[in-house]
RNA sequence: GCUGGCGUAGCUUAAGGUGGCAAAGCCCCUCCUUGGUAUGGAGGUAGACGCGGGUUCGAAGCCUGCCGCCAGCCCCA
């Protein structure tokens, strides 16, 4: 047998026979090495642990620390998922089961839908099966040998169909249970230690609603029955945080069946914080120099056609209000408003760029199965602008827009955030505008943007705007699941659509760019992540109620009101808790209303002018007078200090 | 919209597999208590069990159609 040549991590290289498999290589660098070792990487593919390495190559082994292993992991107990729907099931089909971000699924097709109780067997069912402690094995097969074995497997056989070149390779997981798949695995069901199913739901064959439902199975698995159990810790966190639960407990919103799903109704705290982020956001805003403008919420048809919205946003609209002599739709989007303010009158060069900008309130039909809390909803107000501008002021206007982002963020105390670049997918010509020029030219100019900024973006094919692409900004929320907040589009479209001029210095017509823009996003959106990063205990400056005023006894009554008048008069949101309560029972509801402050009042207090000053967090803070603690809820309140 | 689950007082939940007067805690109201840093005591109001139709002597429970909520798919600020 002939010898190759390996080279290993740090550099070093030995000669090996030829059809050595990481596994071996790992069991001669160290046995604890063999022992911790999930996966391989051989010049760069990932490899089985038991795959012979033919020719000279690159090996590092991956253990539990390397992020690749996890989802190797996780994709192997998918398997050994399928493996026992299968022992119990034996009439189901087989669709795809991949990891994803936090833990895996397999799709099934089976004319009976999973029960709670099924999933219960099935776990149980796995554990039976790991401890067989059976190999995943990978097994060359020739396509026409493969269509004909799974043939009826309907899913597997269109995939092979689709995606197998001639020969393909399959995993088998004991004497039963082979699939199609491209591995790696794990080398077997004894190094899957910790898994867990949690949910089951319909899931389209290949994502695609005209395709058949298949039953998905949600799974999660980590390398330790410890991870596992942070992971389930946070599940858990993550509903305390919940902002639908503590939009309800801390009276911020409702939500009525009689005024419609997705059409949010904001209770007294709620607005508060609400208007808190209005008013921030519009001071930051005419301090950066945009003017602010008010537009209605519907437009005749016509404009949304000139547009484009009617044409390849319609799915997404209310549907038309036929009226006798017109028809109304409501507004989507605000832009085409926007512009028509740019058009109203002639503009030099000399007035760009224009900046434009509203709380736009807007419509959108989503799904009934997609409306949530605050987060999706069917109106939303936008923190909406639009910026006219020379092709050559692109540049410094979307880093000022960048900056403005950055400071908004560092003011509400968002840290966990991520660029994404939204490209067109070009084949979609349906939601994309159809123009091949525009659309390079946008990506360009946002390429060049951000990487002028030195900073680091992802790119996403198909998300961009009907009309343009856009740099998205991407928050993570507690079980760092991403969404879409800022946006910053680069449009050619629209200028050109509604033919948009400036005057130029040689006294010609020009076409000015539009850059759309939402910094804070929607206000429904910003404010349910608001209540989930702080779990519902706002930083002093957003807070709807910043301190609770306490009285010990009836007697102190009186002076509580005024202590409640002259912190108001100086701009601090007060109660008064007046209430024939025990300060105890006091201090206990305004600590679950999450209220900063609490400000507990006797005698004492009373005779010498001062409160007794508790933090919700930090506890007893001592006697103060009303003086000093005024300037102190006034320094957070005014530099916007968001931790405590 | 689709698949699955769910829908009981303002809120959180119980009973509900075998159809026969619907419970509790919190909130709220009244009274007692005037008490110093996380719930003082007593009493009270409150629900024809999401809505409509059906089966039945009788339905919260069974059947059916809607509506809404939750998870996911799809979509997305």
Redesign the pocket.
């Known amino acids: 047998m002939s010898n190759i040549e390996i080279t290993l991590p740090d550099g070093s290289k030995q000669p090996v026979p030829s059809g050595v498999s990481p596994i071996d290589i790992a069991k001669s660098i160290s046995p604890r090495l063999a022992d911790a070792a999930i996966v391989a990487r051989v010049d760069g593919e990932l490899y089985d642990l038991t795959r012979p390495i033919e020719k000279d190559a690159t090996v590092q082994i991956l253990t539990s620390r390397d992020p690749e292993s996890l989802q190797v992991y996780r994709h192997s107990t998918a398997h050994l998922l399928a493996a026992a729907v299968l022992e119990l099931f034996p009439e189901t089909k087989l669709g795809i089961g991949p990891p ?1 971000e936090s833990g895996f ?1 397999y799709d099934f097709d089976r004319a009976t ?4 109780e099924d999933l219960e067997k099935i776990e149980k069912k796995m554990w039976e099966i790991q401890k067989r402690h059976l190999p995943y094995e990978r097994v060359y097969t020739r396509k026409e040998d493969g269509l004909r074995k799974y043939a009826d497997a309907w899913m597997k056989c269109q995939l092979i169909d689709e995606r197998a070149g001639e020969v393909f390779t399959e995993y088998t997981l004991g004497p039963q249970f082979i699939d199609f798949c491209r591995g790696p695995h794990v080398p077997d069901t004894s190094k899957i230690k910790a898994f867990k199913l ?7 064959w290949k ?3 005209h395709n058949k ?1 298949l ?2 199975i ?1 799974g999660t698995a980590f390398f330790t029955r410890q991870d596992l159990e942070d992971y389930l810790h946070r599940l858990e966190e993550a509903k305390r945080r ?1 902002h ?2 503590l939009g ?2 801390l009276e911020l919103f409702t ?1 009525n ?1 009689t005024v ?3 059409l949010p109704l904001w209770l007294p705290k709620g607005a508060t914080i609400r208007r808190l982020l209005e008013e921030y956001i519009l001071e930051r805003e005419r301090a950066s120099g945009y003017q602010h403008v008010y537009t209605p919420d519907l437009a005749k048809v016509d404009l949304y056609k000139r547009s484009g919205h009617w044409e390849h946003y319609h ?2 609209m209310f549907p038309l209000m036929d009226l006798e002599t017109e028809q109304m739709v409501l507004r989507p989007m605000n832009c085409p408003h926007h512009i028509l303010i740019y058009e109203s009158k002639q503009r030099s060069y000399r007035d760009l760029p224009v900046r434009l900008a509203e709380l736009g309130t807007m419509y ?1 039909y ?8 605050l ?4 109106a ?1 107000t ?1 923190n909406d602008a639009h910026i006219f501008c020379t092709p050559d002021q692109i540049k410094e206007e979307f880093s000022s827009v960048m900056k403005l982002v950055e400071r908004a963020y560092r003011d509400l105390g968002i840290t966990r955030y991520t660029y994404r670049l ?1 490209l067109r997918d070009k084949a979609n010509t349906e ?1 994309f505008v159809d123009n091949d020029e525009m659309w390079e030219l946008g990506q360009r100019v946002l390429r060049e943007a951000m990487d002028s900024l030195g900073l680091p973006y992802t790119e996403a094919p ?2 961009a ?1 009907f009309y343009g692409p ?1 740099l ?1 900004i991407q928050l993570a929320d507690v079980m760092g ?1 991403e ?5 910053i589009q680069v449009d050619f479209h629209l200028p050109s659509q509604f033919a948009l001029t400036y005057v130029g210095a040689d006294g010609k017509e020009h076409r000015p760019v539009m850059i759309h823009r ?1 910094v804070v ?2 206000m ?3 404010v349910a992540y608001l209540i989930e990063l702080y779990a519902g205990a706002f930083p002093v400056w957003l807070a709807p109620v910043q301190a609770a005023v306490l ?5 102190q009554a009186e002076y509580a009101r005024t202590i409640q008048q002259s912190l108001e008069s100086a701009g601090i949101r007060v109660t008064v808790d007046e ?7 006091k ?3 305004a ?2 209303q999450k209220i900063p402050y ?1 400000l ?7 005779q010498n002018g001062q409160v ?3 933090h ?1 967090k930090h ?5 103060k007078t009303l003086e000093s603690f005024l300037a102190e809820i006034r320094t957070l309140n005014d530099t916007k200090a968001v931790s405590e």
């Open positions: 994803i699924y839908p999973f029960t709670p949690l949910s089951i739901a319909g899931a389209y994502g695609d609603e439902q039953q998905r949600y919940d639908r639960r309800k407990e939500v069946e419609g799903s997705g799915d997404d959108r989503e799904r009934s199965g997609a409306l949530s809390g987060s999706r909803v069917r939303m936008l939204s939601k198909g998300e705007a856009k998205d699941h969404e879409t907040y800022s946006t939402a996003s929607t429904e959106r910003m009285p010990i006894t009836d007697r209430r024939s309560e025990k300060v105890n029972f201090i206990r509801e600590q679950l609490m507990v009042v006797g005698d004492r207090e009373q007794s000053v508790r919700r506890g007893d803070q001592g006697v």
